[in-house]
T-cell receptor, first 114, second 109 residues
Framework: ETGVTQTPRHLVMGMTNKKSLKCEQH?????MYWYKQSAKKPLELMFV???????ENNSVPSRFSPECPNSSHLFLHLHTLQPEDSALYLC?????????????FGPGTRLTVT | RKEVEQDPGPFNVPEGATVAFNCTYS??????FFWYRQDCRKEPKLLMS???SGNEDGRFTAQLNRASQYISLLIRDSKLSDSATYLC??????????FGRGTSLIVHP
């Protein structure tokens, strides 16, 4: 498999559930990102990882917890979410986190919180 | 002033038309610029990077104007398949790439 993959593609969860989103990149990149995309809003950067180390946490509520066990995998653990957290969650990777290089996005997980 | 601003559109043009989008940015120290394309309910995909000298890829031309702090995207001979949202991305030298809201393009027969 090539590129950036994400699972699941769709997720419906209640506010008391705990779930995890998974992202895997097959590009040999050193940086990985989580973004949130809500309707009619620009992409919001949530987290940036460089070689498994978190380098940016963009004021994200603690109910979102990222994990990067190695440079190819990224998780987003979700617990006690709110309905306003319903959105498309996109994972991306790039050669490094400097911003010089383009990002490659996964297909996203469409999350609905009920 | 927002960090990155785009006219949301929609730009509604006939096939074969030439259309141009601008994207303004506020951080004069910005170093890297990109245009992405996003189809409905899909992920963004890189369309082209924007270089200081300007660059062209087929029907698409990107320009950077540092003095006025904007980048532009020109699409010539529009195709129906060009219908999408076009996102500009500006990197200010930090770990945080900033996305614009996107400009919607609809190409009709």
């Amino acid at each position: 498999e090539t590129g950036v993959t994400q699972t699941p593609r769709h997720l419906v969860m209640g506010m008391t559930n705990k779930k995890s989103l998974k992202c895997e990149q097959h590009l040999g990149h050193n940086a990985m990102y989580w973004y949130k995309q809500s309707a009619k809003k620009p992409l919001e950067l949530m987290f940036v990882y460089s070689l498994e180390e978190r380098v940016e946490n963009n004021s994200v509520p603690s109910r979102f917890s990222p994990e990067c066990p190695n440079s190819s995998h990224l998780f987003l653990h979700l617990h006690t979410l709110q309905p306003e957290d319903s959105a498309l969650y996109l994972c991306a990777s790039s050669q490094d986190p400097s911003g010089v290089y383009e990002q490659y996005f996964g297909p996203g997980t469409r999350l609905t919180v009920t | 002033r927002k960090e990155v601003e785009q006219d949301p559109g929609p730009f509604n043009v006939p096939e074969g038309a030439t259309v141009a989008f601008n994207c303004t940015y506020s951080n004069s120290a910005s170093q890297s610029f990109f245009w992405y394309r996003q189809d409905c309910r899909k992920e963004p995909k890189l369309l082209m990077s924007v270089y200081s000298s300007g660059n062209e890829d087929g029907r698409f031309t990107a320009q950077l104007n540092r003095a006025s702090q904007y980048i532009s995207l020109l699409i010539r001979d529009s195709k129906l398949s060009d219908s999408a949202t076009y996102l500009c991305v500006v990197n200010g030298g930090s770990y945080i790439p900033t996305f614009g809201r996107g400009t919607s393009l609809i190409v009709h027969p």
